[in-house]
DNA sequence: TCTATGCAGATGTCAGGCATTTACACTACC
DNA sequence: GGTAGTGTAAATGCCTGACATCTGCATAGA
């Protein structure tokens, strides 16, 4: 070595052993708080994103949230304030959080790719949100009509019930998951974690968009589509389910007239 | 305030100005160098990703070069190391650059959205891949359809020349950049900027799955897809567009049976 | 020729400091 | 009573300087 030091690790004083999580619960991180000194240790600033990302996917951190100061975080991880800034400052760049100078560090999306989409193109019309989840959605619908599993296709049918029984409660916030739930079974029925990741983050950014969304009594005309596209993934008929994805977002189109970012919209 | 030192900002001796740029040529970044007395001055960090992110994208820092040290970099920007690393850090949790103890920093991906993909999920099966491009390529075809410009069917249609051009002259490297370019083409003729981005990002990690890529004679098959690909478009019809787009994938799966990640593949 | 050694340089980590901004409670004034 | 101004605590922003540790490479030795 070129220099060497009378004292371990750190500077004098070195941190006996980090230790304790961030979340609530205490020493249930997510492969264990901060390992330091195993046989072949990623760095440090790895680890503790890695632990912060999980607290923000897992909604331990939810999205909106104030998460606890730099101080605080370093104190209660054992590492250094340059070592939790770093982590930090990755997950801002990328657009999970965001940095308020003098305020805190808030939660800003629950998804890596939907930071990075919103982070550069923030306006992003809403038509072209909607054209994209469509397209995504029906590239999955063919795919699910090719190769679906039959508990995937239960699972579809479930929710499509779901969906219609919610609608009915008139219970919008349970209509609007219930919704959710539906898409989400299309999509995770194609078995392609690619465009399940990639839907994800598109849902995400059309959710950003249309914040204010206010649910309205939906036309038959979506009614419908949701069951023809249930009906075609179950029938194996690949172009039938892809005309179905797309004729669903139509009918939304259809329902509620867009005319720029943020417009109200409809619950799809 | 709560406390007041009798020192400028950074302490003794604190730097006079941020100057000079990073990249080959001096004086042209981004938007000028780092600007710190800005009326509402964005924090330095983001400045400094934003700057490093900008020679990624520009290509003057090409997937995998190695880039000048934290030290030289802060010296060449006029800020502390501190600041430099905070901002490698982020580029590199997002999986744009790599950082290797002991060696430097490498540029890992050109697309953020790519780095994600790439990290968390390393191994993807290639269908997967192959799957999403097509539902996504598919997705911009219809729209293509619908609405796009004579301009861009002008390109398109010049684009698909070319191809075949460089398919004829036995070039290997230019054909695959030919071809790559029709599919550009066809992906910008949506008009759709979400959808860009996200097929920029898949169509990167394919490179990346099949980075042996042996070009082989591409089956009469292939080809007839690609021109029908480009007639549906012209003639706006959706249906047939979409359609188009998958048979081209099918036709490369057909001259190239899948049996995993990073098996030898064909250029589509 | 192959192997061990040492050096230089890179990233990783820490401690501590001060600057600047913001939210919020408090006070004084109208 | 309501409003504008003030002050303070706490947060992030930025910097300095040091040391630890790892890696690539040139060099000297077997």
């Not at 989409?117 to 054209?131: A, I, K, M, Q, T």
């Not at 399940?196 to 649910?215: G, I, P, Q």
Request: glycine share 10%; with cysteine; hydrophobic share 40%.
């Amino acid at each position: 070595m070129h220099s060497d030091g009378p004292h371990g690790p750190g500077g004098p004083g070195s941190p006996p052993h980090p230790a304790s999580s961030v979340g609530p619960e205490p020493g249930q991180g997510h492969r264990g708080p901060v390992v330091r000194s195993a046989v072949r240790h990623a760095p440090l600033v790895t680890q503790v994103s890695e632990q912060f990302r999980e607290l923000v996917r897992s909604g331990q951190w939810p999205v909106g949230q104030k998460i606890p100061g730099e101080h605080e975080l370093a104190g209660q991880l054992g590492v250094s304030r340059a070592t939790v800034r770093e982590a930090l400052r990755g997950l801002s760049i990328t657009g999970l959080l965001e940095a308020r100078i003098g305020d805190g560090t808030y939660v800003r999306a629950t998804n890596e790719i939907t930071g990075v989409l919103l982070r550069d193109e923030p306006p992003s019309l809403l038509e072209h949100v909607l054209d994209a989840r469509a397209g995504i959605e029906a590239a999955c619908a063919r795919l699910a009509a090719r190769q679906a599993t039959p508990t995937a296709l239960e699972v579809l049918w479930q929710r499509l019930d779901a969906r219609t029984r919610a609608h009915g409660s008139g219970d919008v916030a349970a209509y609007a998951r219930a919704d959710s739930a539906f898409h989400e079974a299309v999509v995770h029925a194609s078995g392609n974690p690619l465009l399940v990741r990639l839907y994800a983050a598109v849902a995400e950014v059309m959710e950003e968009s249309v914040r204010h969304t206010s649910v309205l009594p939906e036309a038959p005309r979506t009614r419908d589509a949701h069951r023809q596209l249930a009906v075609a993934i179950s029938a194996g008929d690949e172009d039938a389910a892809g005309k179905a994805a797309y004729e669903l977002i139509a009918s939304v189109k259809a329902a509620a007239p867009l005319a720029g970012p943020a417009t109200g919209a409809r619950r799809v």
